[in-house]
């Protein structure tokens, strides 16, 4: 009931604003603006009835993005209302003894919102599908000669939910992973937002991206169940043992705080993965101590970490692991993202939150993400596909 009051007031006072401003200058002009602004609202009303209504199991695709749409049309339409009902309202309050309003607060709040609805609208249409291959060269010292150039895809967050409506495209990007050619495919976790039910077949699809030597994935915490609410253990249980069969049927091996060796060229390389539980500020990070027990024999170790503050937490100075990969952030879905500079509020809560680390000898790449979570845009946050090239870094070696 709080969202609908909310909803009727923004309503009602955003109407007072147009008239106030528009009405008397210029009746034409008020009535075009006026009719866009009531298409928005069917739009906003629209999502929110529906999501309302819908009496079906509330972690399905359908509902999931049906609830994100929601979010972002508020997004682009609520929010950029309010900025400019406080505007226009704060120029009536200016000149409350002189009467009217002040007609540059109200153009000043017009534009804003303007702005704000049109960067929402491009990135829910075109930032969150423009997908970008990062192409990263790692230069380890000590790597084995024989394994100079393997190419590795990495690959998060896919939270196939925001891939509803849209599986041919998720489609086609398994196919382009696949056409890179990769050695080995590693994914990083979060496949789902809340349940196993968001892979709505999606196993089959993300099966087609193939690699020579196998496909490795951990568990993100969205993949653990944390985010189911009114759930028992053993329903949260239960969620885990269905989200590891359908990973493992989309062609990867699970890793659940342990390790594989694989020996490829002769040389023994170590993968080892950690789960992620729990939400921000209060992650949990799985047993690394664990995952490397009796790990004694590896030429090359590979860390699988969902959440990267792990890295400085853990890994650097108190392991041998050369590699460690990771996502979890999104860039927070929202930045500065050019060739010479690059941010993002993430930063304040991920130190390392997009692109290549190095500490001594350590590296850590994080991942952007391939889907969204919760607003389904993306501005300057382009989502991510991966191409690493490990090389044996003859400098250093020669040192």
């Known amino acids: 009931m709080l969202v609908f009051a909310i909803l009727l007031i923004v309503e009602v006072l955003t109407f007072i604003v147009l008239k106030e401003h528009f009405y008397l200058r210029s009746k034409p ?137 849209h599986y041919g495209l998720l489609e086609n990007l398994m196919t382009e992973v696949s056409s890179y050619n990769p050695d080995l495919i590693i994914n990083t976790g979060d496949f789902v937002n809340f349940s196993w039910r968001e892979f709505d077949r999606c196993d089959t699809i993300l099966s087609k991206a193939v690699s020579r030597y196998g496909n490795i994935a951990v568990f993100g915490n969205h993949d653990m169940g944390t985010y189911l609410r009114n759930s028992s253990g053993s329903e949260k249980e239960a969620n885990i043992s269905k989200m590891s069969e359908l990973i493992t049927a989309s062609g990867y091996i699970m890793l659940n705080d342990e390790h594989i060796i694989l020996n490829i060229k002769g040389v023994n390389i170590a993968f080892i993965g950690v789960k992620t539980e729990g939400r921000h500020p209060d992650i949990i990070h799985g047993d690394l101590h664990k995952a490397m027990e009796g790990l004694d024999n590896a030429d090359l170790k590979i860390l699988l970490a969902h959440d990267p503050n792990q890295w400085r937490q853990e890994v650097t100075g108190n392991t041998d692991i050369s590699l460690t990969l990771s996502g979890h952030t999104h860039g927070m879905q929202m930045g500065i993202m050019t060739k010479k500079y690059k941010w993002s509020p993430s930063y304040y809560f991920y130190p390392e939150w997009n692109g ?24 300057w946050m382009p989502p991510e596909i991966t191409i690493l090239t490990l090389e044996t870094d003859n400098a250093a070696g020669d040192s």
């Open 356 to 379: 290549l680390y190095k500490e001594e000898e350590q590296f850590l790449y994080v991942n952007r993400g391939l889907g969204v979570l919760a607003i389904p845009f993306r501005i």
């Open 29 to 165: 002009k008020f009535f075009t603006i006026l009719t866009a602004s009531m298409i928005l609202s069917i739009l906003l009303w629209f999502f929110l009835i529906k999501i309302k209504i819908y009496k079906g199991f509330s972690y399905t695709p359908e509902n999931i993005a049906a609830h994100m749409s929601f979010l972002g049309v508020m997004c682009a339409v609520t929010f950029p209302r309010i900025i400019l009902s406080l505007l226009h309202f704060s120029g009536r309050l200016l000149r409350f003894r002189k009467g009217g309003h002040s007609r540059w607060l109200t153009g000043i709040g017009l534009i804003l919102a303007s702005l704000i609805f049109l960067i929402v609208t491009l990135g829910s249409f075109a930032g969150r599908f423009n997908f970008k291959t990062e192409r990263v060269t790692i230069k380890i010292k000590g790597l084995d000669p024989e394994i100079s150039g393997l190419r590795i895809a990495h690959l998060s967050d896919m939270h196939l939910a925001s891939f509803y409506n």
